[in-house]
């Protein structure tokens, strides 16, 4: 402390982090006030709703989101379909599927031009849409001083402190997860207090006009003290209601007492132009705190999702719900410090006391995380930055994932009226995903009960009249159950994804194998599982192009890119993958159901799998042999097996060909990954896609190649506030904030799923560990079987590896190896309850 002072005191007027940011370093602080949403504003959430703080002064506008508010779908059109044909044009699109598909197979090269008899126009789609904003207003004037702002990733607040008038003042915003609201609370510093200064008159309104295009609401007086915001997304569009309490108490001084709670009122005032209703709180001055507290809902029912309900979505009025919501929260005057309090330890609970990571990090606590950004450099790093990017990961994972639906591609955090590729929630999800089991995040149910409820019925009438397959479901999108193909600049490669499901069961599984949950594997996993695989058992056909005997798809296209053909790369090892996964869930349930576990192993046997070393040893995108050496393409379609699948990681020769061996199938997919290039293909320089290549290289174990497209992630497309960017318009996408934690991961820990519950469990320690990162530790990773791992090390070398087995886990056989090279460190029998230190004390 004392040189740190001395330091400060030498350098003149070197700032320091601001009172309450975190000594750890766990939080971003700034000290000037956020300008341009994307880039400085800072995010809150608790996963059913979400906001975004500029961090005003005297001025705060809090901009609003609801997790279900999207314009479009049934709400704006009752004729809605989720961009599906009428039943009478089954028969039709059964012919055009077989025409399609007899003049892939038969063309010279295996590939024709677009599959537009399948698609429909995209109608009603809609986008996510934000809520308007909250107007805090504290009248005074004068200059300001002492300004700072942080979001605090230890306690999931943020927090706005400056100085006016010789009075401190202190404003600190948060979302509870277990009262499912937000709010906001305006104080003075302890000196303040202490020196008896107290608040000038504050107001709180409403505003829908700093958002171009939400239709203005009625804003009444709901009670003393309380605001009431109704309106709707579009005309006619989907209802949604805020209700706001506000509550002003006045203490004698710190540690309070002595003060109690005071009246709130609410000024009526109606628009003589609209004749619309936008009344005001008012607190008045001479107060010490005040803090309001609001919940907010639509009309959105994921209950309603099916076709006994038409498909509507349609739920009750939620102004009940959030009536008693509200009142059950903000009662006394002294409500505030409990209501905080249970917030952080939720908070906590969640991100914090069963995972921890630190990669040597040293915070400069001398530097705003906006000059921390801008000095980042690609040849140098800077392993704070990296370890501050992975927390954010986990942070706005569990802020926007644990409502009833899942983190779209901004999580829940969108302005606009429409926003970017309608902010929906399709194949980005998969990215979204990847770290929460691993880092203990117990944030994934909304996402289950979506692919349930929204996707699963509308999808399987999609199966029927698009597919002529009646088992299963398939969706080729997103939130009102927009299941069909959608027609796109005349392209399949936008639209043409039926895998979409697929790729999703390996998540499922995945939350199994990670949990052992088996109750919800029985209840909830293993029927969509089992959905999916029945549809892609009859979407499988004999290749009838090169008539070798085997199963393939047709059409399919890699995802966003041409051209449309058969046995994709991508398609194949995804549905190859989910089969091994049916067949352990089906041994785990205990489900009796024979013939279709039969009909599951014997087109599994007979299904090319995916992966073909090509011309120039590249790991092939399609069956045929057809890829460019010069594709930089942002999606890793054809690598899916590499990271995060296994179907090259592990390629194993008996179950998969004998024909290749895994030596050479990872040499092809270096290959791939090398000409894939760094991330800045020609249509996009997006985080994403250099977040998947740093994991895949980790995958190859390369820390070199792992830590360089790391850092060109961060030096790119990072924002100072740390949102992710998709260059060159700079807007905001999440999947690259969501899938950076996994790429970190990857390159300490790694334990791929493996295809029958047999197969012994790889577990490679420190695969791709950068020098950078040479002493480090994590706690608490979960792993593979329910297993969890705390690891330390030390100049690049495991120090000290302890791996305990839950108790419901299965006995299996672990291989542990160690470091860039791979060797075999241990081989153990795990049993159920065990614990044990898996590399031998000392470690080295
Ligand atoms: C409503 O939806 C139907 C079915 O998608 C479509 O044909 C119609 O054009 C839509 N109407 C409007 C006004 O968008
Ligand atoms: C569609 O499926 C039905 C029922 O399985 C079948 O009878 C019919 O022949 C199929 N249509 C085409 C064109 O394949
Ligand atoms: C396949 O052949 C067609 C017709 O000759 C041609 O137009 C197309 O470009 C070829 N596609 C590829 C990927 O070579
Ligand atoms: C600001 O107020 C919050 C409560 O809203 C409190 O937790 C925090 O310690 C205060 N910060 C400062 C610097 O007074
Ligand atoms: C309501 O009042 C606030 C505060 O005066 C203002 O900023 C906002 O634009 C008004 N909203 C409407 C709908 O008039
Ligand atoms: C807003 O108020 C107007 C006038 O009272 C009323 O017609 C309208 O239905 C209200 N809108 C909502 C969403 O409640
Ligand atoms: C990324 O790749 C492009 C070529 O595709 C190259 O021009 C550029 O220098 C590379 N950037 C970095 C930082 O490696």
Known sequence: MWTLALVCLLAGNVIAAPEGFPANGNGLWYT?????????????????????????????????????????????????????????????????????????????????????????PIT??????????????????????????????????????????????????????????????????????????????????FSPYLQEGLPTPNVTCAGSGSLRVRGHVGNPGILYEILATATATRTSGPGGGGGGALPVSCAVYTDPVTGLRNDTLVVSAGITEAWITWVGDTEYSLEHGTEEHGFSFKGLDPHNTLQSRIKSISASPWSFAPALAEHIKDFRATLHDRFSLDLGQKPDLSKTTAEIRSAYLLGKGDVYLEWLVFQMGRYLLAGSARGKLPANLQGKWANGIGNPWSADANINVQMNYWSSEMTGLDVTQSLWDYMEKDWAPRGAYTAKVLYNITRGWVTHNEIFGYTGMKEYEISASWANYPEANAWMMWHVWDHFDYTNDLAWLKAQGYPLLKGVASFHLDRLLPDQHFDDGSLVVNPCNSPEQKPVTFGCAHSQQLIWEMLNSVEKAHTLVGDRDQKFIQEVRAKRARMDKGIHVGSWSQLQEWKVDMDSPTDVHRHLSHLIGLYPGYSISFYDPALQGRDLTRRKVLEAAEVSLEHRGNGTGPDANSGWQKVWRAACWAQLRNSEKF?????????????????????????????????????????????????????????????????????????????????????????????????????????REIIVLEGESGKVRRKLRAVPGMKRAICGVPCR
């Open 32 to 120: 000037t006030q956020g300008e341009v949403w994307e880039h400085t504003w800072l995010p809150i959430g608790n996963g059913y709703l979400a906001a975004m703080l500029p961090g005003g002064t005297t001025f705060e506008y809090t901009q609003l989101n609801i997790e279900s508010l999207w314009s479009g779908g049934p709400f704006e059109n009752s004729s809605y379909n989720g961009g599906n044909k009428p039943l009478h044009e089954r028969e039709n699109m059964a012919k055009a599927m077989a025409d399609i598909r007899q003049r892939v197979f038969s063309s010279e090269n295996g590939t024709i031009g677009d599959v537009q008899a399948l698609v429909s």
């Open 124 to 205: 009603n789609y809609g986008s996510y849409a934000g809520a308007g904003y909250l107007l805090s207003d504290l009248q005074s004037t004068g200059p300001i001083s002492d300004y700072s702002r942080y979001l605090n990733f230890e306690t999931g607040t943020t927090s706005t402190l400056f100085t006016q008038n010789g009075i401190s003042f202190n404003r600190t915003s948060f979302c509870s997860h277990p009262t499912q609201a937000c709010t906001q609370h305006t104080t003075l510093s302890r000196a303040s207090l202490a020196a008896k200064k107290t608040l000038p008159r504050l107001t709180y309104a």
């Open 707 to 811: 830590y360089y497209i790391l850092k060109f992630a961060v030096d790119q497309n990072f924002a100072p506030n740390l949102f992710s960017l998709y260059s060159p318009n700079s807007i905001f996408q999440i999947d690259a904030n969501l899938g950076f934690p996994s790429a970190v991961l990857n390159a300490i820990v790694q334990a791929q799923d493996t295809p029958t519950l047999s197969t012994p469990l790889t577990i490679s320690l420190l695969p791709a560990i950068p020098t950078e990162w040479a002493t480090g530790s994590i706690k608490g990773v979960r792993l593979r079987g329910g297993m969890s791992l705390d690891l330390s090390w030390n100049n690049r070398a495991v120090k000290s590896a302890v791996l305990a087995m839950d108790r419901r886990a299965r006995a």
